[in-house]
């Protein structure tokens, strides 16, 4: 859910692709690698980072750690300016009959994750649809 300060008056708009997100998530992700050195990867997720595919005007990234005890991410994302998101669902994350721990802060969306977490290991949807002859935009 957005904070109270992100809500639009129009709701969600669904807008046809746009070039610039691949271009704004390139330079998140250069930002995000500075400000966590101790993240393993940074990677643009979501609809937004799906060539051709229509998604709603907000970058979702994702940033994977080794340990959420000891990174860096949240302290140098709420300097940053993120906000820490508070609901249950953006702390554990339900897969394969456990709860993954994580955290996700706004805005745009980054959410921080395990290498061990199921959403690492497991194929990322972006990758599904960006490799597959059926998907057209």
Same mark, same amino acid.
């Given at each position: 859910?957005?904070?109270?300060?992100?809500?639009?008056?129009?709701?969600?708009?669904?807008?046809?692709?746009?070039?610039?997100?691949?271009?704004?998530?390139?330079?998140?992700?250069? $930002? &995000?690698?500075?400000?966590?050195?101790? *993240?393993?990867?940074?990677?643009?997720?979501?609809? #937004? =980072?799906?060539? !051709?595919?229509?998604?709603?005007?907000?970058?979702?990234?994702?940033?994977?750690?080794?340990?959420?005890?000891?990174?860096?991410?949240?302290?140098?994302?709420?300097?940053?300016?993120?906000?820490?998101?508070?609901?249950?669902?953006?702390?554990?994350?339900?897969?394969?009959? $456990? &709860?993954?721990?994580?955290?996700?802060? *706004?805005?745009?969306?980054?959410?921080?994750?395990? #290498? =061990?977490?199921? !959403?690492?290991?497991?194929?990322?949807?972006?990758?599904?649809?960006?490799?597959?002859?059926?998907?057209?935009?």
């Amino acid at each position: 859910m957005p904070f109270p300060d992100e809500l639009s008056p129009i709701g969600v708009e669904v807008l046809a692709y746009q070039q610039t997100w691949a271009d704004e998530a390139h330079e998140l992700a250069a $930002r &995000l690698r500075e400000l966590i050195p101790d *993240a393993v990867a940074v990677e643009h997720i979501g609809s #937004t =980072s799906i060539p !051709g595919m229509s998604a709603k005007d907000c970058l979702d990234m994702m940033i994977v750690v080794t340990d959420l005890d000891t990174t860096t991410a949240g302290t140098s994302l709420t300097k940053a300016g993120f906000r820490r998101r508070p609901e249950p669902w953006n702390n554990d994350e339900p897969a394969q009959d $456990r &709860l993954w721990p994580k955290m996700v802060f *706004a805005p745009p969306i980054v959410a921080v994750r395990l #290498t =061990s977490t199921c !959403g690492w290991r497991v194929r990322p949807p972006h990758d599904w649809l960006c490799c597959s002859a059926t998907f057209s935009g």
